[in-house]
T-cell receptor, first 107, second 114 residues
Framework: QQPVQSPQAVILREGEDAVINCSSS?????VHWYRQKHGEAPVFLMI?????EQKGHEKISASFNEKKQQSSLYLTASQLSYSGTYFC????????FGAGTRLTVKP | DSGVTQTPKHLITATGQRVTLRCSPR?????VYWYQQSLDQGLQFLIQ???????AKGNILERFSAQQFPDLHSELNLSSLELGDSALYFC?????????????FGQGTRLTVV
């Protein structure tokens, strides 16, 4: 089962904040976050593991609620370079991605 | 450069044909994942291999098959191609089975079926 992401799209001005949510109906070992710019490969941002451990970019923060099988990605003081499509990947016995959230940051 | 190499980068073929997509994982990575991304869509999980063995299967059609070889490179075979198979096919690799290790994506193979 694919995780469900929301919102589908968001438009920000530089400096504004955004939250992207991800939820799964399956028990998860971890949640991964990736960003894909148009025409490029997805790039790793962060892993959130059960027990609270996180690995990833210093400037990006996220949370993982193991009981609810939900994760949120927090993008603060957004920059133009944050534009792209964000995918959450949920790892159970495999790694499946949500449909993505298209983030556009405007000057 | 992620270290994951996919060939070819582009492929144009006719309906009914068969193609093979190749993926060389990063050095030391044992897991290989295959994903299909149709135009402006999400990443559909196809299949995962770990150290030569199939580990998980997703929405992979019976016309598609894959394998991972002893040198850990992987191939995705697509046969009896249909127009709807046109998509970007990504391979990703990771050290472990995915739970606590990040995946690195190749640049993808863009398949166009005409």
């Amino acid at each position: 089962q694919q995780p469900v992401q929301s919102p589908q799209a968001v438009i920000l001005r530089e400096g504004e904040d955004a939250v992207i949510n991800c939820s799964s109906s399956k028990a998860l070992y971890s949640v991964h976050w990736y960003r894909q710019k148009h025409g490029e490969a997805p790039v790793f941002l962060m892993i959130l593991l059960k027990g609270g451990e996180q690995k990833g970019h210093e400037k990006i923060s996220a949370s993982f609620n193991e009981k609810k099988q939900q994760s949120s990605l927090y993008l603060t003081a957004s920059q133009l370079s944050y534009s792209g499509t964000y995918f959450c990947g949920t790892v159970g016995n495999d790694m499946r991605f949500g449909a993505g959230t298209r983030l556009t940051v405007k000057p | 450069d992620s270290g994951v190499t996919q060939t070819p980068k582009h492929l144009i073929t006719a309906t009914g044909q068969r193609v093979t997509l190749r993926c060389s994982p990063r050095s030391g990575d044992l897991s290989v994942y295959w994903y299909q991304q149709s135009l402006d869509q999400g990443l559909q999980f196809l299949i995962q291999y770990y150290n030569g063995e199939e580990r998980a299967k997703g929405n992979i059609l019976e016309r598609f098959s894959a394998q991972q070889f002893p040198d850990l490179h992987s191939e995705l075979n697509l046969s009896s191609l249909e127009l709807g198979d046109s998509a970007l096919y990504f391979c990703a690799s990771s050290v472990g089975t995915g739970a606590n290790t990040e995946a690195f994506f190749g640049q993808g193979t863009r398949l166009t079926v005409v």
